[in-house]
């Protein structure tokens, strides 16, 4: 009976002690006689408590300074992968498509600007790997320098070499399009607007030729003419050219006099057709006969990567430079037009591409106008289902065009690209940029220290590359942008050498000279 008392009072002694370690534990105090905490000395168990701490409430900018932790700093894991980020710890991985996908940015489209040299179009081909490896395959729709060609060679794409001695263009050719009306034949109204949509390609391309030629655009009625004389080759059938739409307009068939206005006078009807007729001719045998006079366009295939090797007009005059480009551009962004069609009706798998427009501003300075024929190609690119980059090396190239009304449409391009990689800019550049992307003072000192040349280092007499040489800021917003630089794989250094006929041979005697 006595062990069972003393076992009872050991019991209400440990739920005396439990209740006064709650007590202490939740804020309240315990009774100097009965403490909980054990008693004193080496092995008796006696226990230390942790004080209770106090709940505070605060910001995420204020709880960063108290505990730096509390916020993370990576950026979304989204998109190819760009390189280092030079804010901190980790890589950065972006591009337009995969993160107008994940809803992002509200449209697929970038800007890449920066200076020479410090690796734009680096930084476009990486992205271009990292897109192949998705499925989606790139199109440059005109490499002028080039700077394109390896990097769809290795991909297994297709280059097409456009230029005097070289393949031409055919602006009465629309493209893959009497393919596509064929697999079309049981879809009689997808078949109708693809014809309608194709015309309108052809007649607006004829159009934007005429105006680089004039340096200025045709007057409505021309156009007028232009529409039916375009139309009536599409009745008559075959794969027209250039100087068959000039035997047409001369030819002065009843519909092209009554959108000529004429009053029943042919004469009146020469007076009308004498400057088209001229600008025509210009097209066939001036400076741009040898490219635009070609009966066919090499046909571009829909399943790979693309590039139009222009290089070839690289000394050619600017509104030869220009032409080409604007046809190249047309014409891919037909093919495009075309696969989406086809994808639409169930007779094709649906495609993704991404579109590059590299040295725009080339076309851009050509003739007054020109912008609004860029403009019309690149609107609706989210629509037709193709991701776009657009490349320049300043907002000042929008700048030099002409008048205001052109300019102001050319800054829209950089304020409708929703991704913008910034590379080393002149200073006075800055203010323009944060017109349409704001920039910190801290990020405008980062921009302006990578404009640093190049130098050679005094001890070893090696070349020390730019500062900037790799470095980008991505912005999106407003927000802070991600600083990042783009570490180059062994598997990349070959097709991203650019100054190959710069490259240094060690001859057999062990001299270096430059190769051949």
């Known amino acids: 009976m006595d062990a069972l008392k003393a076992l009872a009072n050991a019991g209400r002694a440990a739920v005396t002690v439990a209740t006064q370690m709650v007590g202490l534990l939740t804020g309240g105090s315990a009774s100097p006689a009965a403490s909980g905490l054990g008693p004193a000395g080496p092995g008796c168990g006696r226990a230390a408590m942790m004080p209770r701490v106090r709940m505070f409430r605060t910001t995420s900018v204020q709880g960063c300074g108290l505990f730096p932790f509390v916020v993370g700093g990576a950026t979304p894991l989204e998109g190819v992968i760009l390189g280092e980020n030079l804010n901190g710890p980790g890589t950065l991985c972006a591009d337009h498509m995969a993160w107008f996908e994940r809803r992002i940015i509200s449209a697929p489209s970038a800007m890449v600007m920066g200076l020479n040299g410090l690796g734009k179009s680096t930084l476009i081909r990486r992205i271009m790997l990292g897109l192949a490896n998705r499925g989606i395959h790139s199109m440059i729709l005109g490499d002028i320098k080039p700077d394109y060609v390896d990097a769809v060679e290795a991909l297994g794409g297709q280059v097409v070499r ?49 105006h680089i030629v004039r340096r200025q655009a045709p007057t409505d009625r021309e156009e007028v003419i232009l529409d039916a004389a375009v139309r009536i080759l599409e009745e008559r059938g075959g ?41 025509l001719m210009a097209l066939l045998a001036g400076r741009l006969g040898g490219i635009f006079a070609a009966a066919t366009t090499t046909p571009m295939m829909m399943d790979r990567s693309v590039v139009f090797d222009v290089s070839a007009t690289r000394d050619e005059s600017s509104d030869v430079q220009a032409a080409t480009l604007l046809s190249t551009w047309s014409y891919g962004f037909a093919t495009v037009e075309i696969a989406q069609v086809l994808a ?16 725009m501003w080339r076309i ?11 403009d019309a190609l690149t609107r609706t690119n989210r629509s037709v289902g193709v991701g776009q980059m657009l490349c320049t090396h300043s907002i000042t190239d929008m700048d030099t065009l002409p008048n205001e009304e052109d300019r102001v449409k ?20 800055m203010e323009m940029i944060a017109t349409v992307f704001s920039l910190s003072q801290e990020e405008q000192a980062l921009l302006r220290s990578w404009n640093a040349p190049g130098s050679l280092d005094p001890t070893s007499g090696e070349h020390v590359p730019p500062a900037g040489m790799g470095n980008f800021m991505l912005k999106t917003s407003d927000a802070p942008g991600f600083p990042f630089h783009l ?20 001859s057999e005697d062990g001299e270096t000279g430059a190769a051949a």
């Not at 064929?182 to 014809?195: I, K, T």
């Not at 003739?367 to 609004?372: Q, T």
């Not at 050319?410 to 550049?429: N, Q, W, Y």
């Open 162 to 210: 456009i230029g005097h001695g070289l393949a031409g263009i055919n602006p009465l050719d629309a493209g893959n399009v009497a393919e596509a009306a064929r697999l079309l034949a049981d879809h009689p109204q997808e078949r109708a607007a693809l014809l309608q949509a194709a015309h309108e390609r052809k007649k607006t391309l004829v159009i934007s030729l005429i």
């Open 239 to 279: 794969a027209p050219v250039l100087a068959d739409l000039l035997e047409v307009v001369r030819e002065a068939p009843a519909e092209l006099r009554a959108a000529a206005l004429d009053r029943g006078s042919m004469e009146r009807y020469r007076d009308v057709t004498e400057n088209l007729e001229a600008s």
């Open 344 to 359: 639409d009706a169930g007779v094709a798998p649906r495609r993704h591409y991404n579109v590059i427009m590299d040295e």
């Open 364 to 374: 851009m300075r050509a003739s007054p106008g020109l912008v609004d024929r860029i």
């Open 410 to 429: 050319a800054r829209g391009f950089v304020e409708r690209s929703k991704m913008l990689f910034t590379a080393g800019v002149p200073p006075r550049e």
């Open 487 to 506: 570490h180059l794989a062994d598997s990349e250094v070959d097709i991203n050498n650019t100054n190959k006929r710069w490259a240094m041979v060690a």
